[in-house]
């Protein structure tokens, strides 16, 4: 899969860009502030309907503007398609291929995004609510159904949390959120543990890549549920059920659901150690890229096409055998590197690249590679 063009009027700090890209790699350079982030965020905001940088879509368009435009054409199994978002200081129309679309549901899947960014070398260091977003968001670009399960057992915990919170509490009413609540859980559930097993054995082989063998890196689902391998829904839903008569008086008493998936989170282990409470910084930043990698085989291996990758200020905080390893591995994936040093053609080694200057929200020069 890849990008071909991309197009932006009043998103951020761009009046009217139009870029064609190279298929394989692009580098997007020019100082702070210029707007290299912004581009890339425009791509990950089309592949999702949502930046990466902000929930507010009011944000992205112009400061001085009412609304912002923004297209990209990419191409995917030989198929050319478009991606078109309008956002309005309080509406968001998104077309697929020139057809509006009702869901986010139905963007999902199209155009699949990749973004790595510093942040993210800080994954395995972070709180779980990092890690389930972490998860949330790669099962969601594989899985567009998830997207929806999950918005519907948001709804339904944040109502339970209401009657929790109110001042006399119906407990039939409590049993009837208990008994829907589960029945979205136990299918999330049962997709994150599938999807943690795929990406625990994804990225430890990526470990041993990273890091010559040396390490094995496992992850782990941590969930209040016991699951095992192959277990069914309706026996996870009815475990939640009881876990959630369990805790109802602490729920009560505390006024929040403390059982469910939205308390799910990951233990990474190195060597069968918990690399968040006891690994170096440099175990958690390379455990961190592992999993954030296992994303693109991941997507590969589940939708037979690779992501474009976005490195966005990422390449600097890596050394050079990383970077190499980077590049090697990436070989078939188109990418997007932003950076404020020019010199990264030389690390990247390859001829085939195109290089956009970008000044103060205006592409002033375009290289190629090989020119
Ligand atoms: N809604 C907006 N309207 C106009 N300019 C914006 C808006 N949001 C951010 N900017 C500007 O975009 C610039 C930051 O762009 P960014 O892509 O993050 O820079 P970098 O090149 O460092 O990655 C800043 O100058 C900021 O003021
Ligand atoms: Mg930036």
Redesign the pocket.
């Known amino acids: 899969m890849y990008i071909n063009s991309l197009k932006l009027v009043?998103?951020?700090?761009?009046d009217n860009l139009l870029v064609e890209f190279n298929k394989k790699v692009n580098l997007?350079i020019?100082?702070?502030?210029?707007?290299?982030?912004?581009?890339?965020?425009a791509i990950g905001f089309m592949s999702i309907g949502r930046s990466f940088?902000t929930n507010k879509d009011?944000?992205?368009?112009?400061?001085?503007?009412d609304n912002l435009y923004c297209a990209c054409s990419f191409t995917r199994n030989n198929i050319d398609k478009k991606i078109e978002i309008v956002v309005t200081k309080d509406k968001k129309g998104i077309k697929v291929n020139g057809v509006s679309i009702k869901s986010i549901q139905e963007l999902l899947g199209n155009l699949n995004v990749v973004i790595f960014s510093p942040e993210d070398l800080r994954l395995v260091k972070d709180g779980p609510k990092e890690r389930r977003s972490f998860i949330d968001k790669e099962i969601s670009q594989i899985m567009p159904r998830y997207y929806s399960l999950l918005t519907s057992y948001n709804k339904i915990l944040q109502q339970r949390n209401r009657i929790l919170k109110s001042y006399k509490i119906d407990k039939n009413l409590l049993d009837v959120y208990d008994e829907t609540m589960s029945t979205y859980a136990s299918e999330i559930y049962i997709i994150r543990n599938k999807f943690i097993d795929k990406l625990s054995k994804i990225s430890s082989k990526i470990h041993k890549n990273l890091t010559m063998d040396k390490e094995n890196l496992t992850i782990i689902y941590k969930n209040q549920v016991d699951l095992k391998p192959g277990q069914d829904a309706s026996l996870v839903k009815s475990v939640l059920i009881e876990k959630l008569r369990e805790s109802r008086e602490g729920d009560i008493m505390t006024r929040s659901t403390k059982v469910g998936p939205h308390k799910d989170d990951m233990k990474i282990l190195i060597n069968d150690i918990d690399v968040r409470m006891y690994g170096s910084q440099g175990q958690q930043r390379t455990a961190s890229i592992s999993l954030k990698l296992s994303e693109i085989d991941l997507i590969k291996q589940e939708l037979g096409d690779y992501p474009v990758l976005i490195l966005?200020?990422v390449f600097s905080e890596l050394d050079q055998s990383r970077q190499k390893m980077l590049v090697e591995k990436l070989e078939n994936i188109q990418m997007f590197v932003?950076s404020?040093d020019p010199l990264h053609k030389d690390i990247l080694d390859i001829d085939d690249y195109r290089i956009f200057n970008?000044e103060?929200?205006r592409l002033v020069g375009v290289e190629n590679g090989g020119e």
Do not use: H, P, W
């Open positions: 009043n998103y951020r700090n761009y997007i020019g100082m702070n502030g210029q707007g290299k982030t912004n581009i890339v965020e940088r009011r944000e992205l368009i112009k400061f001085s503007a966005d200020d932003t404020a970008i103060n929200g």
